[in-house]
């Protein structure tokens, strides 16, 4: 890849959901904003190899795109120019900015209103502020990217039908979008912790450290909230493994064979500390959500100095309460891994291979069974497993690590 094309991929990454949301505030609609940018970041493909990469290329994105939204807007309409700039193209009220002036975060709360349902919050959410692409969100839904594409389309004619104001939401209004602006943080940091994309980076920092820092400002919004503290928790648990979970040569490091000491200890402590916080609040009474739990699964492993000495039978007991609270076929794979852990392989594999009609389309899937069969020692099954997790995986650096396990099969 040449520099030029390098500085245009970082542009993107780092750059995407601030040029949209600067153009949705601007103009007060979603379809412009991102058709705009789009059409920046295809101007710069075209020019930054010939002209260089400007000196500031966010603002060159940025101005580029305003013109395209203005070009766009003069197309479509016959009014006065100045008119059709300083307003936005549909009576939509620009609201004020609020107490938090963070663009990306007025535009994540647009796009998680009630209105929409649930899917299409964080489908739209994750398209508009996390800048991933449709097969990316598609791949995370474990859907086609055409069926995704419908679901984006139909969100963001639903916004300008329902005339949703592109603002911070009223203290309120909080508590009913909360939920819906922490799914898709926590799809954003996934894809960032482990990009799905064949093209991409293994490890996408632009996106987990985008992911913490609205949650952290969601956070001084609703400090009492549990499930808040839990996913920054979570966040901060996961985040302080980044650095060992990929080797030199790009291969993914799973967690048993990864260096504990490169782990960052001040993002363990902080985890640690807001993982206390929500157990004091569950024995006084309040009942743990999601994150809360899957923090509580993390602050387990992240407590142990090798991993023989992780306390599984507390792991699969807080598997088996996050099951009553969210059973998923996902959330059956990872508890069937602890299962492993405490009675063996061939227990674990049985619970997996009822989960073979939900998740036949999944990678992880195929590597987890693909493990447990090698346990078992049946290299035959585990080999045809490994190249059907190969062949499913997006991630280059779990590519690597999923053949190297083949590999090394007997």
Not at 136 to 157: H, P
Request: glycine share 6%; proline share 4%.
């Amino acid at each position: 890849m040449s520099d030029v094309e390098e500085a245009i991929t970082r542009a993107h990454h780092d750059e995407w959901a601030r040029v949209v949301a600067s153009l949705t505030r601007r103009f007060g609609d979603l379809d412009i904003a991102e058709e705009a940018a789009a059409e920046a970041f295809a101007t710069a493909v075209e020019r930054w190899p010939a002209d260089g990469v400007p000196p500031n290329p966010g603002a060159w994105l940025t101005t580029t795109a305003n013109r395209k939204a203005i070009d766009r807007i003069r197309r479509e309409n016959k009014r006065d120019d100045k008119h059709r700039e300083a307003r936005m193209t549909y009576d939509v009220p620009i609201e004020p900015v609020g107490a938090i002036d963070d663009d990306r975060l007025r535009l994540l709360f647009t796009c998680c209103h009630p209105a929409l349902a649930v899917e299409a919050r964080v489908a739209l959410t994750l398209r508009m502020v996390g800048g991933l692409t449709v097969p990316e969100i598609a791949r995370a839904f474990l859907v086609q990217g055409t069926t995704m594409e419908r679901r984006i389309t139909r969100a963001k004619a639903k916004i300008k039908a329902a005339r949703i104001p592109y603002r911070m939401p009223s203290a309120d209004d909080l508590p009913a979008r909360v939920s819906g602006v922490l799914a898709v943080l926590f799809l954003v940091y996934n894809e960032g912790y482990l990009a799905s994309g064949p093209d991409t980076d293994p490890v996408r920092h632009d996106l987990t450290t985008e992911a913490i820092r609205l949650t952290r400002l969601i956070r001084a919004l609703l400090p009492q909230d549990g499930e808040v503290a839990g996913l920054l928790a979570l966040m901060l648990l996961t985040e302080a493994r980044r650095t060992a979970r990929i080797s030199v040569n790009g291969e993914l490091v799973a967690l048993d064979e990864q260096d504990r000491g490169a782990w960052d200890v001040e993002l363990i402590a902080e985890g640690h500390r807001l993982v206390r916080e929500r157990l004091a609040a569950a024995a006084a009474g309040v009942a743990p959500g999601r994150y809360q739990i899957l923090a509580a699964i993390n602050a387990v492993h992240t407590s142990a100095r090798d991993i023989r000495d992780t306390d599984w039978s507390q792991v699969l007991a807080l598997y088996d309460q996050l099951v009553r609270l969210d059973p998923s076929p996902i959330i059956a794979l990872n508890r069937a891994i602890a299962v492993a852990e405490l009675d063996g392989p061939e227990v674990a594999l049985a619970i997996v291979d009822r989960l073979t009609e939900a998740l036949a389309g999944y990678h992880a899937y195929h590597a987890t069974r693909a493990d447990l069969l090698r346990r078992l020692g049946q290299s035959r099954q585990a080999r045809a497993a490994y190249d059907r997790a190969i062949e499913l995986a997006g991630n280059t650096g779990e590519t690597a690590y999923l053949t190297r396990r083949r590999d090394q099969l007997r």
